[in-house]
């Protein structure tokens, strides 16, 4: 074999192998961003799961408030008709109306807290107590699972779209993929608040 053709096939290796590794790196951020996006719609379902049964508690002591319980119900059926899976990362479309839906939902619960500060009565129920710690719980999740996409996105993005894997997700057909918005991401260091601190006045 020739000198010449020698260099041409080490070139060619090493091309091979740099190709590889640039490819494993971009399947391995794929990877990443689909399992974090998956904690955040389980996180999510978590929250919509809570939801019937707060609604529920509040209407015996607050059954008055029925447009604010409304608006959460309502905005509950609309977060959860949003049907998302690994393939929402390949719509921006879907991406943004379930994000948007799931906001209007977190709008509505701190409504509905607030107003539940208007009733001792229920503030010092032990179910009621009991859900809104779940729902405390919940929105922490929430906000370390969005987070984590969050960061799994821009690392998976920059990959995709800085040389040379550019190149190879060209090739290889990968593509970037949705994020929150700049108002998504001030929401996410200011999720909805759930205050269950304040000393509960007893019920007479």
Known sequence: MSKFLTIILAILTLAVIFGVGVYNKLISGDENVTASWSEVVNQYQRRADLIPNLVSTVKGFAAQEKDVLTSVVEARAKATSVQVSADTLKDPAIFQKFTQAQDQLGGALSK????????????????????????????????????????????YNLAVRKFPGNIISNIMGFTTKPNFSVANEKEISAPPKVDFNKTPVPAN
Not at 138 to 151: Q, S
């Open 112 to 155: 509905l807290l607030v107003t539940v500060e208007r009733y001792p009565q229920l503030k010092s129920d032990q179910h009621f107590l009991d859900l809104q710690r779940q729902l405390e719980g919940t929105e922490n999740r929430v906000t370390v699972a969005r987070k984590r996409y969050v960061g799994a996105v821009k690392n």
